[in-house]
Nanobody, 121 residues
Framework: QVQLVESGGGLVQAGGSLRLSCAAS????????MGWYRQAPGKQRELVAR???????NYADSVKGRFTISRDNAKNVMYLQMDSLKPEDTAVYYC???????????????WGQGTQVTVSS
């Protein structure tokens, strides 16, 4: 079984910073795709940032230049550095990982439990 555990959410003033972490544990052969989604009240879940094993990153237009996704491959930990936060960044942030349990397996998506980020104006 694979678990994703998030940490680092909280309350911050506009213009401040937070760093989210997502630690993956379990019987993992490889993680080829990891990223972060967020969901604000009354809104659909949206992709915030994505990191593919090759190193390619994708960001939502709303966070480009302010958020940075990174990963410690040795530890299977992913980070989301969030700078210049705005009230509209307020949401529950979920990490995901597409995990291969064995060589030649198809990747299986797993999700974290979510962490609340609140940005006050």
């Amino acid at each position: 079984q694979v678990q994703l555990v998030e940490s680092g959410g909280g309350l911050v003033q506009a213009g401040g910073s937070l760093r989210l972490s997502c630690a993956a544990s379990g019987s993992i052969f490889s993680i080829n795709d990891m990223g972060w989604y967020r969901q604000a009240p009354g809104k659909q879940r949206e992709l915030v940032a994505r990191l593919i094993r090759s190193g390619t990153t994708n960001y939502a237009d709303s966070v480009k230049g302010r958020f940075t996704i990174s990963r410690d491959n040795a530890k299977n930990v992913m980070y989301l550095q969030m700078d210049s936060l705005k009230p509209e960044d307020t949401a529950v942030y979920y990490c995901y990982a597409v995990v291969q349990l064995q060589l030649h397996d198809l990747g299986i998506p797993y999700w974290g439990q979510g962490t609340q980020v609140t940005v006050s104006s």
